[in-house]
């Protein structure tokens, strides 16, 4: 049986591990596709895809990008998208230029709170060219000692609501979908059942999503049910991935055990190619 994994994440956004290291990674775990979905970032793709064909890999190229509809946050992931297409990587730069305006925020409300940590070192580790999230400013006030874990980070200060939260500027649904449609794409909600259900899942549905992501580590027996006949109802594609990072989020056994067969990816081509 062919697996595939669709939703993944490198070192490019909030992973662990190279694109290399996740081929490598993928071959041990028996997988045979794989899509790399960093967040607002496309950097790893070229590189995976190239390797990938030597290690028997196919990547899909991919993408996670954070929509607003209706004051909710809902993470959209994009499969098969041109992610050489000027147009797109301006968007994508766009979305991380205010990542950073807002990480800056954060670490001045941090320091004001009493933590001493600087931006600067934060890119520096990271690299310039990874979209840093809120999981960088975590491993930050751990590694200085402010907090005693990653995950203190965000129960303390900067998780949602906590007082050095800052939200994230996002684009509008539409707009998400419309430009990853414009790419050559399919928009896929991602992990519904940590934002989205019923009224909001037919709000959604109605703005023109072409699939529900039906397999990840959030979802129990009933999601996958719940879902599965919402996307069998209208008509709608389905995906799935273990929405693995590596490192803090210690996620490591999901990496291999949450996937898709083929038959969800011939279903993809055909809505595409058809």
Known sequence: ???ADLHTHTNYSDGKYSPRQLID????????????TDHDNVNAIGEAIKYGNSKGIQVIPGV?????????????????????????LDFLSSLRENR??????????????????????????????????????????????????YYEAFTKYIGDGKPAFIKKPNPSLEEVIKM????????????????????????????GIDGIEIIHPSHSK???KYFSAAAAENFLLTSGGSDFHGGMKNDQKNFGNY??????IINMKRRLFN
């Open 180 to 207: 990853i449609s414009e790419v050559g794409g399919l928009s896929f909600i991602a992990h519904p059942s940590k934002f989205v259900r019923d009224e909001m899942l037919t709000e959604v549905i109605n703005e």
């Open 64 to 88: 996670e990008i954070s929509a607003d509809h209706n004051d909710q946050e809902i993470h959209i992931l994009g499969y098969f998208i041109d992610y050489k297409n000027k147009k797109f």
């Open 100 to 149: 950073i305006l807002r990480n800056e925020k954060i670490v001045k409300k941090l320091n004001d709170l009493g933590s001493n940590i600087q931006f600067e070192s934060i890119i520096g580790k990271a690299g310039a060219e990874t979209s840093i999230g809120r999981p960088h400013i975590a491993m930050e006030l751990s590694e200085e000692g402010f907090v005693n874990s």
């Open 25 to 36: 990674m993928s071959v041990k775990s028996g997988l045979t596709v794989i899509s790399i």
């Open 259 to 264: 996937y898709i067969s083929m038959n969800e």
């Open 1 to 3: 049986m062919i697996k």
């Open 222 to 224: 009933e999601d996958v």
